[in-house]
């Protein structure tokens, strides 16, 4: 299976700054079939990013996601109190799917 | 509006089964596939599988195969994943979402607590 393994754990940031979290694949990702999700506690998932660059309805254009291969992105470019959270990316190209172990956003 | 409503929280013994239930409303059920998640205690997420709603088809887990069970009752659309043989790292929440490869919409989730 593909091991998506996500960096850094954490990030501490203050609000308005850049946040770039790493997602990568131990194989490549077919067709960048990768998905970028936000989670608060005690929240289901919420989708950010498909298709590796694609956001999904109703997310900011601060959120964005790039890369292909085994190496992505998801790039918020300007930190708002309500952003930090977890954020896990999943692959769902090659069965099975497979989440990275997630990277928490918070606040310095 | 589209919404998934799962089933209440379930405390289990080892060895029990569960079988959780995801209701969904405000599209049409058979258009899109119903995705499994769960997430231990404190810990991030992990895909358990899909089901295909038009037809049934399954795809699991390999670590769950022989253990998990995903249905469909398209009469109500409700998706159902029945759990068996638990254990005590089978507690989790557990969530549905829409979609069989990423997952706009999701359940609330559900406490599956398996304990002697």
């Known amino acids: 299976e593909i091991v998506l393994t996500q960096s850094p754990g954490t990030l501490s940031l203050s609000p308005g700054e850049r946040a770039t979290l790493s997602c990568r694949a131990s194989?490549?990702?077919?067709?960048?079939?990768l998905a970028w999700y936000q989670q608060k506690p005690g929240q289901a998932p919420r989708l950010l990013i498909y298709?590796?660059?694609n956001r999904a309805t109703g997310i900011p254009d601060r959120f964005s996601g790039s890369g292909s291969g085994t190496d992505f992105t998801l790039t918020i470019s300007r930190l708002e109190p309500e952003d930090f959270a977890v954020y896990y990316c999943?692959?769902?190209?090659?069965?099975?799917?497979?989440f990275g172990q997630g990277t928490k956003v918070e606040i310095k | 509006q589209v919404q998934l409503v799962q089933s209440g929280a379930e405390v289990k013994k080892p060895g029990a089964s569960v079988k959780v239930s995801c209701k969904a409303s405000?599209?049409?059920?058979?258009?899109?596939?119903i995705s499994w998640v769960r997430q231990a205690p404190g810990q991030g997420l992990e895909w358990m599988g899909w089901i295909t709603t038009y037809n049934g088809n399954t795809n699991y887990a390999q670590n769950l195969q022989g253990r998990v069970t995903m249905t469909t009752d398209t009469s109500t659309s409700t998706a159902y994943m029945e759990l068996r043989s638990l254990r005590s790292d089978d507690t989790a929440v557990y969530y549905c979402?829409?979609?069989?490869?990423?997952?706009?919409?999701w359940g609330q989730g559900t406490l599956v607590t398996v304990s002697s």
């Open positions: 298709g590796a660059s």
């Open positions: 405000g599209y049409t059920f058979t258009s899109y596939g």
């Open positions: 999943q692959q769902y190209g090659t069965s099975p799917w497979t």
């Open positions: 194989q490549s990702v077919s067709s960048s079939y």
């Open positions: 979402a829409r979609g069989g490869e990423y997952s706009t919409f």
